[in-house]
């Protein structure tokens, strides 16, 4: 086991870790009090791109949890990162929501809104505005040749009725069907997200950890980067599930709440 007490930042998910749909879990306000008291800094790592940073302050914000901006970092900023690395005056196709929208505008990308004018990049956001005729359009850059990217691979976002909605893991699927090609996912389990992380908050990995409800993305990112994760049973993983899995985590917990008292006891 790795120890709690070294570790200086806490990556936390939202969907399934912190929150569900419009509600706090259950013990959620306390454990990030206890991360303040205990001097311990938290950044909000969120594979959903359906809105951006101010977005996610001002939902935070109304659940009770006042933090800054620069706290939340998702993937929809990672994938703007990893676009800039490669051109920073980029042409971009997007599907997502105008809070995506946002966030590569500020960036500097020129999105393109047209079938007739070429982007240099094809983005796959978690888009809720989704409609027939950007299919089309997206499959056409696609087959033409246009580097595919997607922000994220979650298949679903859990709701806190116990449903869940399709999220762009989803629809990456379905493009990967109707063309043959599939995209450079860009934000969890991609540890690109940790090496950007380091670099903007001035961290060593050795003092990072990552909290999720997702194998496949949290704790999976996590374990690819070598750093400590912690799996909370509160969104999409059951126990089952992750006896069954080959991603280990470093701690099981039933919710954050857990956590809270493990820091405490530290």
């Known amino acids: 086991m790795k120890e709690i007490k070294n570790i200086k930042c806490f990556l936390l998910d939202m969907d399934g870790t912190i929150y569900l749909d419009n509600h706090l879990i259950d013990g959620a306000l306390d454990f990030l009090q206890n991360l303040e008291l205990n001097q311990k800094q938290y950044i909000f790592l969120t594979n959903n791109s359906s809105e951006n940073k101010k977005a996610y302050q001002e939902k935070l914000a109304n659940l009770g949890l006042i933090i800054d901006e620069d706290q ?20 971009v196709f997007l599907l997502g929501t105008p809070f995506l929208e946002e966030e590569f505008n500020k960036a500097g990308f ?40 997607a922000t994220h691979p979650d298949l679903t976002c859990p709701l806190s009725n116990g449903q869940s909605m399709p999220d762009a893991g989803a629809m990456i699927s379905m493009f990967e069907a109707a063309t043959g090609k599939r995209p450079q996912i860009i934000g969890k389990p991609n540890v690109f997200n940790i090496e950007v992380i380091t670099k903007k908050y ?59 008292k493990l820091i405490v006891n530290y």
């Open 72 to 91: 939340v970092f998702t993937s929809g900023e990672a994938t703007s990162w990893y676009i800039k690395n490669l051109k920073k005056d980029a042409k």
């Open 110 to 149: 020129t999105l393109v809104k047209s079938r007739d004018d070429k982007p240099d990049f094809f983005v796959l956001g978690f888009d809720t505005t989704l409609t027939y005729e950007k299919i089309l359009v997206a499959c056409d850059f696609i087959r033409e040749g246009v580097p595919f990217i």
């Open 202 to 260: 001035g961290l060593q990995k050795d003092e990072i950890a990552m909290v999720g409800d997702r194998l496949y993305t949290d704790i999976k990112m996590g374990v690819d980067a070598g750093i400590t994760t912690f799996l909370v049973l509160t969104g999409e993983t059951t126990l089952q599930m992750y006896e069954d899995s080959t991603i280990q985590a470093d701690y099981v917990l039933g919710s954050v709440k857990d956590l809270g």
